[in-house]
């Protein structure tokens, strides 16, 4: 796949979008949920390409549809790097609307989970300067630190050590 802006990504979710209602004639509406990249693209808190679009969520009818625009669900396997209660917090995204309602992470989720993840792509993502000013810094604490959010989705009490370790260098070296 090419490398997409956020035009790109745009057009490419409202063409989604608009094939779900040829597909679909009822009164149903569908949900997606878009993480990564994609999704700090799209909140417009980095203006970097991607090449891909990761979704965390959809609604099962449109999985298919999802494949033909080559948005990638598999990301589901990485449900426990996202605080337990992500969909708490879910931000809309004022795209299509047709027939799919678009949202991503919030973007201190985003965060909590590419601390998680820790490959080196993701700590650039979250150390870019815009990303750092406008996180909500008692938020990602609360996150972070709780024993419902970040800590209850952790696969292993080793995973969440690391985790920790990571997001207390990464408050040290960039919360103001």
Known sequence: MLDMLREDLLER????????????????????????????????????ATSDVDAISASCEI??????YDINCRVQTYINNFPY????????????????????????????????????????????VEIVKAIDWKLLEKLASEADEARASALSDRCYANFKANYNDYVRRFRK
Do not use: C, T
């Not at 040829?22 to 808190?45: P, S, Y």
């Not at 999985?63 to 033909?68: D, V």
């Not at 047709?98 to 590419?114: P, Q």
């Open 63 to 68: 999985l298919e549809l999802l494949q033909k």
């Open 85 to 128: 209660n992500y969909e708490d917090r879910l931000v809309p995204l004022h795209v299509g609307g047709r027939k799919i309602d678009f949202y991503s992470a919030s973007l201190e989720d985003i965060v909590i989970a590419k601390l998680y993840s820790a490959r080196a792509a993701d700590i650039w993502d979250v150390e870019n």
């Open 13 to 48: 979710l409202n063409r989604l979008d608009e094939d779900a209602s040829l597909m679909f004639d009822g009164n149903e509406r569908f949900h997606l949920v878009i993480v990564g990249g994609a999704a700090l693209i799209l909140l417009e808190h980095i203006s970097r």
